[in-house]
């Protein structure tokens, strides 16, 4: 399976990152639990306890990004890319459980508040971990959007709502330490773990996407509007459009109409041509399935072949080829402006029909 020059440069780029990741994760954590020993602040205690999970998410995501580079073998063909979209439900399921225990421990101090000793220093304490989170994650993002690795990007988003929760803490504590509202401290934790708890429960949403291939309207875009740049006359049409990832591999499958007076030798060259099309306009394109089938009389009208001995019909129009043309059957049936009838059986004449 070809992945491009650039593979082995990308997988290092992913490798470092996350090895960085697990480091830097480990060191805050510990930074962390020691500002909640000096103020027993659980506020403080909540962002200790996310960091955690921080530190074991990062560590799977590693295990999962290793896994994920090693190429397709006999028992797993279409390669090891899934185990990122798995890694990801597992950082979420974390995260939903932290923001649990997050409120067991909590709760109770809005009820009985108590004092905060060496606030001062442990408020110093979460603002330099704030800014080195604020640091990794941004750069986990922009090295999971360079190589395509959707565990590096779910681990720099997990590690910005980091940020993001101990920007709240500060806030919190700050009032504290201004009002002397001490209940503010078991508030400011509650608030942290129901922020967290829905953002973990998005990343197992996106998890369970992957994992079932849901339907991905930005991907199918993509490849029919590859499709419909390149076309050629021979290339009558094409439907029941597919495609799914794994984790940076995309595996695309799709018919294509080709007129039926071709030799078997030229249909296959016409197949060959397009996955190459594919793989090169699109990176990632690990592997593209073509099921080739003969024109019919009824699509006369949509092909622009000339000269044609076998033509039964008058063109009329060609197919736009826009994602809503070409996908399987009823796949868009969610979007409000589809009509699955309409734009895919009464376009395809008989073909729908019959597949």
């Not at 089938?293 to 008058?314: D, K």
Request: net charge negative.
């Amino acid at each position: 399976m070809d992945e491009g020059p650039n593979a082995a440069t990308e997988n290092k780029q992913r490798l470092s990152m996350m090895a960085l990741s697990v480091s830097v994760s480990a060191l805050l954590m510990v930074l962390k639990f020691y500002a909640y020993r000096l103020t027993g602040s659980y506020a403080i205690l909540s962002d200790a306890l996310e960091s955690i999970i921080n530190v074991v998410a990062s560590g799977f995501a590693l295990w999962s990004v290793l896994l994920a580079s090693k190429p397709p073998d006999v028992r797993h063909p279409y390669g090891h890319g899934t185990i990122e979209f798995f890694s990801v439900g597992f950082e979420g399921a974390l995260i939903v459980l932290t923001a649990g225990g997050i409120l067991w421990e909590a709760l109770p101090r809005i009820i009985e508040p108590r004092a905060l000793p060496e606030l001062d220093v442990g408020l110093l304490i979460l603002l330099g971990t704030a800014l080195l989170n604020l640091l990794l994650g941004k750069a986990l993002i922009r090295t999971g959007e360079r190589t395509r690795s959707m565990a590096i990007s779910a681990d720099g988003k997990h590690i910005l709502t980091d940020v993001y929760t101990t920007a709240g803490v500060l806030i919190g504590l700050l009032l504290v330490r201004q009002t002397g509202w001490y209940f503010l401290d078991g508030a400011v934790a509650c608030a942290v773990a129901a922020n967290i708890l829905f953002i973990g429960a998005r990343l197992v949403h996106q998890s369970s996407l992957r994992l079932m291939h849901a339907y991905d309207p930005e991907l199918l875009d993509q490849i029919s509007a590859i499709i419909a740049q390149h076309r050629k006359p021979e290339w009558i049409d094409v439907h029941r459009l597919r495609a799914w990832r794994s984790g940076r591999q995309i595996y695309i499958d799709f018919h294509l109409i080709l007129p039926r007076s071709l030799s078997l030798e030229d249909a296959h060259s016409e197949v060959t041509e397009m996955e190459k099309l594919l793989k090169t306009q699109l990176p990632g394109v690990g592997e593209a399935m073509i099921h080739v089938e003969p024109c019919i009389g009824p699509e006369c009208r949509i092909c622009l072949q000339e000269p044609c001995g076998i033509r039964s019909h008058a063109f009329f129009q060609q197919p736009s080829w826009c994602r809503k043309e070409v996908i399987y059957p009823g796949a868009a049936e969610s979007e409000s402006d589809s009509d699955p009838d309409k734009s895919e059986s009464g376009r395809k004449f008989t073909r729908a029909g019959s597949d």
